[in-house]
Protein backbone atom coordinates (compact mmCIF):
# COMPACT_ATOMS: atom_id res chain seq x y z
CA UNK A 1 0.00 0.00 0.00
CA UNK A 2 2.69 3.04 0.80
CA UNK A 3 4.84 1.78 -2.36
CA UNK A 4 1.22 2.29 -4.29
CA UNK A 5 1.24 5.45 -2.66
CA UNK A 6 4.94 6.48 -3.15
CA UNK A 7 4.29 5.73 -6.94
CA UNK A 8 1.21 7.95 -7.15
CA UNK A 9 3.44 10.77 -5.57
CA UNK A 10 6.06 10.05 -7.83
CA UNK A 11 3.40 10.46 -11.26
CA UNK A 12 2.37 13.60 -9.70
CA UNK A 13 5.52 15.06 -9.32
CA UNK A 14 6.64 13.90 -13.15
CA UNK A 15 3.12 15.65 -14.24
CA UNK A 16 3.28 18.17 -12.98
CA UNK A 17 7.19 18.74 -13.70
CA UNK A 18 6.15 18.27 -17.77
CA UNK A 19 2.78 20.25 -17.37
CA UNK A 20 5.65 23.11 -16.00
CA UNK A 21 7.59 22.50 -19.01
CA UNK A 22 4.73 23.49 -21.40
CA UNK A 23 4.31 26.74 -19.84
CA UNK A 24 5.83 29.59 -22.40
CA UNK A 25 5.77 33.47 -21.79
CA UNK A 26 5.39 35.65 -25.48
CA UNK A 27 6.95 38.82 -24.63
CA UNK A 28 5.25 42.36 -26.43
CA UNK A 29 7.58 42.70 -29.29
CA UNK A 30 7.64 38.59 -30.21
CA UNK A 31 5.76 36.24 -32.06
CA UNK A 32 4.74 32.48 -31.08
CA UNK A 33 5.22 30.15 -33.84
CA UNK A 34 3.50 26.20 -32.76
CA UNK A 35 4.83 23.53 -34.42
CA UNK A 36 2.84 19.88 -34.03
CA UNK A 37 5.24 17.22 -34.13
CA UNK A 38 7.21 19.36 -36.59
CA UNK A 39 4.57 20.96 -38.81
CA UNK A 40 3.23 24.75 -38.07
CA UNK A 41 0.31 25.22 -36.40
CA UNK A 42 -0.49 28.60 -35.39
CA UNK A 43 1.16 31.93 -34.11
CA UNK A 44 0.31 32.97 -30.96
CA UNK A 45 0.92 36.39 -29.80
CA UNK A 46 1.82 38.12 -26.26
CA UNK A 47 1.26 36.45 -23.03
CA UNK A 48 1.29 33.16 -20.84
CA UNK A 49 1.26 30.31 -23.19
CA UNK A 50 0.95 26.26 -22.55
CA UNK A 51 2.42 23.96 -25.36
CA UNK A 52 2.26 20.50 -24.93
CA UNK A 53 5.69 19.16 -24.30
CA UNK A 54 7.43 16.43 -26.34
CA UNK A 55 4.38 16.82 -28.61
CA UNK A 56 4.61 20.76 -29.82
CA UNK A 57 7.25 23.13 -29.95
CA UNK A 58 7.03 27.16 -30.07
CA UNK A 59 9.44 28.96 -31.49
CA UNK A 60 10.09 32.74 -30.57
CA UNK A 61 10.18 35.49 -33.58
CA UNK A 62 11.46 39.00 -32.52
CA UNK A 63 9.33 41.55 -34.44
CA UNK A 64 11.18 44.60 -33.79
CA UNK A 65 13.43 46.91 -36.00
CA UNK A 66 17.20 45.26 -36.20
CA UNK A 67 20.45 46.38 -38.15
CA UNK A 68 22.76 44.54 -39.92
CA UNK A 69 26.14 46.13 -40.45
CA UNK A 70 27.15 45.42 -44.26
CA UNK A 71 30.89 45.07 -43.89
CA UNK A 72 33.33 47.15 -46.06
CA UNK A 73 34.33 45.95 -49.57
CA UNK A 74 35.77 47.25 -52.42
CA UNK A 75 34.08 48.59 -55.21
CA UNK A 76 34.82 50.35 -58.97
CA UNK A 77 33.60 53.14 -60.01
CA UNK A 78 32.25 53.62 -63.82
CA UNK A 79 35.46 55.77 -64.09
CA UNK A 80 37.72 52.96 -63.13
CA UNK A 81 38.48 54.10 -58.92
CA UNK A 82 38.57 51.88 -56.88
CA UNK A 83 36.46 52.80 -53.34
CA UNK A 84 36.23 50.89 -50.33
CA UNK A 85 32.13 50.86 -49.39
CA UNK A 86 30.51 50.25 -46.51
CA UNK A 87 26.69 50.53 -45.31
CA UNK A 88 24.11 49.38 -42.59
CA UNK A 89 20.87 47.90 -43.42
CA UNK A 90 17.51 48.77 -40.84
CA UNK A 91 15.09 45.56 -41.43
CA UNK A 92 11.78 44.68 -39.64
CA UNK A 93 9.69 41.57 -39.61
CA UNK A 94 6.21 41.65 -41.10
CA UNK A 95 5.55 37.89 -41.61
CA UNK A 96 7.30 35.84 -39.21
CA UNK A 97 6.25 32.90 -40.74
CA UNK A 98 8.23 33.65 -44.19
CA UNK A 99 10.86 35.06 -42.07
CA UNK A 100 11.31 31.20 -39.80
CA UNK A 101 10.49 29.06 -42.97
CA UNK A 102 11.84 30.95 -46.12
CA UNK A 103 15.04 31.71 -45.41
CA UNK A 104 18.06 29.94 -43.34
CA UNK A 105 20.00 33.26 -41.96
CA UNK A 106 18.24 36.16 -42.74
CA UNK A 107 21.42 38.03 -41.87
CA UNK A 108 23.85 36.48 -43.75
CA UNK A 109 21.72 36.78 -46.87
CA UNK A 110 20.55 40.40 -46.87
CA UNK A 111 24.84 41.00 -46.18
CA UNK A 112 25.52 39.39 -49.57
CA UNK A 113 23.29 40.75 -51.00
CA UNK A 114 23.45 44.45 -50.30
CA UNK A 115 26.92 44.06 -51.13
CA UNK A 116 26.31 42.77 -54.65
CA UNK A 117 23.52 45.22 -55.19
CA UNK A 118 26.27 47.88 -53.96
CA UNK A 119 28.42 47.22 -56.84
CA UNK A 120 25.94 47.86 -59.34
CA UNK A 121 25.01 50.77 -58.09
CA UNK A 122 28.10 52.61 -57.78
CA UNK A 123 29.80 50.90 -60.74
CA UNK A 124 27.02 53.19 -63.00
CA UNK A 125 28.13 56.17 -61.11
CA UNK A 126 31.42 58.40 -61.34
CA UNK A 127 33.66 59.07 -58.74
CA UNK A 128 32.39 62.83 -57.91
CA UNK A 129 28.90 61.28 -58.55
CA UNK A 130 29.29 58.89 -55.78
CA UNK A 131 30.76 60.95 -53.55
CA UNK A 132 27.86 63.20 -53.80
CA UNK A 133 24.97 60.99 -54.28
CA UNK A 134 24.66 59.40 -51.38
CA UNK A 135 21.16 59.74 -51.25
CA UNK A 136 20.13 58.35 -54.70
CA UNK A 137 22.58 55.19 -53.50
CA UNK A 138 20.60 54.42 -50.29
CA UNK A 139 17.20 55.42 -52.18
CA UNK A 140 18.38 52.61 -55.23
CA UNK A 141 19.86 50.06 -52.98
CA UNK A 142 16.68 50.16 -50.32
CA UNK A 143 14.12 49.60 -53.11
CA UNK A 144 16.32 46.96 -54.55
CA UNK A 145 16.58 44.97 -51.06
CA UNK A 146 12.88 45.56 -49.74
CA UNK A 147 11.66 44.12 -53.16
CA UNK A 148 14.17 40.91 -52.73
CA UNK A 149 13.35 40.51 -49.24
CA UNK A 150 9.58 40.73 -49.18
CA UNK A 151 9.42 37.27 -49.80
CA UNK A 152 11.12 36.43 -46.37
CA UNK A 153 8.59 38.56 -44.62
CA UNK A 154 10.79 41.34 -43.72
CA UNK A 155 10.45 44.62 -45.10
CA UNK A 156 14.11 47.24 -45.53
CA UNK A 157 13.14 50.31 -43.84
CA UNK A 158 16.03 52.05 -44.86
CA UNK A 159 19.87 51.69 -45.75
CA UNK A 160 22.79 54.21 -44.86
CA UNK A 161 25.94 54.31 -46.47
CA UNK A 162 28.40 54.91 -43.97
CA UNK A 163 31.27 55.84 -46.54
CA UNK A 164 32.68 56.05 -49.75
CA UNK A 165 36.40 56.52 -49.57
CA UNK A 166 38.81 56.73 -52.26
CA UNK A 167 42.27 55.63 -53.11
CA UNK A 168 45.06 58.21 -51.09
CA UNK A 169 46.34 59.48 -53.91
CA UNK A 170 43.12 59.90 -55.48
CA UNK A 171 42.41 61.75 -51.66
CA UNK A 172 45.44 63.66 -52.31
CA UNK A 173 44.58 65.07 -55.43
CA UNK A 174 40.82 65.98 -54.52
CA UNK A 175 42.45 67.76 -52.15
CA UNK A 176 45.10 69.73 -54.38
CA UNK A 177 41.94 70.28 -56.65
CA UNK A 178 39.64 71.42 -53.76
CA UNK A 179 42.35 74.16 -52.41
CA UNK A 180 42.62 75.11 -56.01
CA UNK A 181 38.95 75.93 -56.49
CA UNK A 182 38.97 77.78 -52.90
CA UNK A 183 41.84 79.83 -54.27
CA UNK A 184 39.75 80.94 -57.24
CA UNK A 185 37.09 81.51 -55.88
CA UNK A 186 38.59 84.05 -52.67
CA UNK A 187 40.84 85.59 -56.14
CA UNK A 188 37.52 86.52 -57.95
CA UNK A 189 35.96 87.25 -55.02
CA UNK A 190 38.68 89.85 -54.06
CA UNK A 191 38.66 90.94 -57.70
CA UNK A 192 34.77 91.70 -57.43
CA UNK A 193 35.13 93.86 -54.01
CA UNK A 194 37.49 96.22 -55.52
CA UNK A 195 36.04 95.91 -59.06
CA UNK A 196 32.60 96.99 -56.51
CA UNK A 197 35.30 99.20 -54.27
CA UNK A 198 35.87 101.15 -57.43
CA UNK A 199 32.69 101.57 -58.30
CA UNK A 200 31.56 102.71 -55.87
CA UNK A 201 33.59 106.09 -55.09
CA UNK A 202 33.64 106.46 -58.92
CA UNK A 203 29.77 107.09 -57.85
CA UNK A 204 30.29 108.90 -54.92
CA UNK A 205 32.75 111.10 -57.05
CA UNK A 206 30.20 111.91 -59.54
CA UNK A 207 27.38 112.26 -57.19
CA UNK A 208 29.49 114.87 -55.17
CA UNK A 209 30.92 117.02 -58.52
CA UNK A 210 26.84 116.71 -59.61
CA UNK A 211 25.47 118.00 -56.10
CA UNK A 212 28.67 120.50 -56.11
CA UNK A 213 27.54 121.66 -59.57
CA UNK A 214 23.77 121.66 -58.58
CA UNK A 215 24.64 123.75 -55.16
CA UNK A 216 27.00 126.15 -57.68
CA UNK A 217 24.17 126.92 -60.27
CA UNK A 218 21.54 127.63 -57.14
CA UNK A 219 23.93 130.04 -55.79
CA UNK A 220 24.63 131.33 -59.07
CA UNK A 221 20.28 131.47 -59.79
CA UNK A 222 20.19 132.85 -56.24
CA UNK A 223 22.53 135.57 -57.09
CA UNK A 224 21.24 136.80 -59.95
CA UNK A 225 17.62 136.39 -58.73
CA UNK A 226 18.97 139.14 -56.09
CA UNK A 227 20.73 141.28 -58.33
CA UNK A 228 17.26 141.32 -60.65
CA UNK A 229 15.21 142.20 -57.61
CA UNK A 230 17.84 144.91 -56.30
CA UNK A 231 17.84 146.08 -59.40
CA UNK A 232 14.36 146.14 -60.47
CA UNK A 233 13.44 147.68 -56.79
CA UNK A 234 16.10 150.45 -57.65
CA UNK A 235 14.55 150.81 -61.20
CA UNK A 236 10.74 151.34 -60.01
CA UNK A 237 12.38 153.69 -57.33
CA UNK A 238 14.18 155.55 -59.63
CA UNK A 239 10.99 155.61 -62.14
CA UNK A 240 8.91 156.60 -59.25
CA UNK A 241 11.08 159.40 -58.74
CA UNK A 242 11.46 160.81 -62.12
CA UNK A 243 8.07 160.60 -61.92
CA UNK A 244 7.29 162.65 -59.32
CA UNK A 245 9.80 165.24 -59.72
CA UNK A 246 8.27 165.64 -63.37
CA UNK A 247 4.84 165.51 -61.98
CA UNK A 248 6.14 168.56 -59.68
CA UNK A 249 8.03 170.44 -62.55
CA UNK A 250 4.36 170.22 -64.24
CA UNK A 251 2.68 171.21 -60.99
CA UNK A 252 4.82 173.74 -60.32
CA UNK A 253 4.77 175.19 -63.60
CA UNK A 254 8.76 176.48 -63.64
CA UNK A 255 9.23 180.20 -65.56
CA UNK A 256 12.24 180.41 -68.39
CA UNK A 257 13.72 182.47 -65.87
CA UNK A 258 14.24 179.35 -63.19
CA UNK A 259 15.03 177.17 -65.93
CA UNK A 260 18.02 179.38 -67.27
CA UNK A 261 19.34 179.83 -63.22
CA UNK A 262 19.07 175.90 -62.58
CA UNK A 263 21.10 175.20 -66.29
CA UNK A 264 23.51 177.56 -64.64
CA UNK A 265 23.80 176.04 -61.97
CA UNK A 266 24.28 172.96 -63.57
CA UNK A 267 27.24 174.05 -65.41
CA UNK A 268 28.85 175.51 -62.95
CA UNK A 269 28.78 171.91 -61.51
CA UNK A 270 30.08 170.58 -64.83
CA UNK A 271 32.57 173.20 -65.19
CA UNK A 272 34.53 172.21 -61.48
CA UNK A 273 36.53 169.40 -63.43
CA UNK A 274 39.66 169.30 -64.85
CA UNK A 275 39.04 169.14 -68.49
CA UNK A 276 39.76 172.32 -70.55
CA UNK A 277 36.85 171.83 -73.21
CA UNK A 278 33.41 171.33 -72.70
CA UNK A 279 30.84 169.97 -75.27
CA UNK A 280 26.77 169.85 -75.03
CA UNK A 281 25.67 167.95 -77.60
CA UNK A 282 21.98 169.76 -76.71
CA UNK A 283 19.76 171.67 -78.76
CA UNK A 284 21.01 175.20 -77.19
CA UNK A 285 19.12 177.76 -79.21
CA UNK A 286 15.96 177.41 -76.41
CA UNK A 287 18.22 177.19 -73.74
CA UNK A 288 20.48 180.40 -75.41
CA UNK A 289 16.71 182.44 -75.72
CA UNK A 290 16.29 181.51 -72.38
CA UNK A 291 19.74 183.59 -71.31
CA UNK A 292 18.36 186.57 -73.40
CA UNK A 293 16.05 186.48 -71.26
CA UNK A 294 17.62 186.45 -67.84
CA UNK A 295 20.58 188.90 -69.59
CA UNK A 296 16.53 191.96 -70.09
CA UNK A 297 16.27 190.44 -66.64
CA UNK A 298 19.64 191.36 -65.36
CA UNK A 299 19.64 194.81 -66.92
CA UNK A 300 17.28 195.99 -65.97
CA UNK A 301 18.52 195.56 -62.50
CA UNK A 302 22.22 196.35 -63.47
CA UNK A 303 23.05 200.16 -62.45
CA UNK A 304 24.47 202.39 -65.18
CA UNK A 305 28.13 202.04 -66.40
CA UNK A 306 28.37 198.41 -65.73
CA UNK A 307 30.20 196.06 -68.18
CA UNK A 308 28.50 195.81 -71.61
CA UNK A 309 30.53 192.45 -72.83
CA UNK A 310 29.48 189.07 -71.83
CA UNK A 311 30.64 186.11 -73.29
CA UNK A 312 29.16 182.59 -73.43
CA UNK A 313 30.30 179.38 -74.81
CA UNK A 314 27.55 176.39 -75.02
CA UNK A 315 29.23 173.85 -78.07
CA UNK A 316 30.85 176.71 -79.24
CA UNK A 317 28.69 179.59 -79.66
CA UNK A 318 29.86 183.50 -79.21
CA UNK A 319 27.40 186.24 -78.96
CA UNK A 320 27.96 189.82 -77.70
CA UNK A 321 24.81 191.90 -75.74
CA UNK A 322 22.11 192.97 -77.99
CA UNK A 323 23.07 189.95 -80.85
CA UNK A 324 20.88 187.44 -81.55
CA UNK A 325 22.21 183.88 -81.47
CA UNK A 326 22.40 182.00 -84.21
CA UNK A 327 20.47 178.97 -84.81
CA UNK A 328 22.27 175.68 -83.72
CA UNK A 329 22.91 173.42 -87.59
CA UNK A 330 22.07 170.45 -85.37
Do not use: C
Request: hydrophobic share 45%.
Amino acid sequence: MEALIGLLIVLALMAIVIAAMGLKVVRPFEQGLIEFLGRYERTVGEGLRWVMPFVKRMTKVDMRERVIDVPPQEVITKDNVVVTVDAVIYYEATDPVKLQYNVQNFAQAVIKLAQTNLRNVIGDLQLDEALTSRELINTTLRAILDEATDKWGTRVVRVEIQRIEPPPDVTDAMHRQMKAERDRRAIVTEAEGQKRSAILKAEGVKEAQILRAEGEAEAIKRVADADKYQKLTVAEGEGQAIERVFGAIHTGDPTPDLIAIRYLEALQGIADGQATKIFLPLETSGILGSLGALRDLFIDVEPAGAAKATRVTASNPVFEPGEEPANDPM
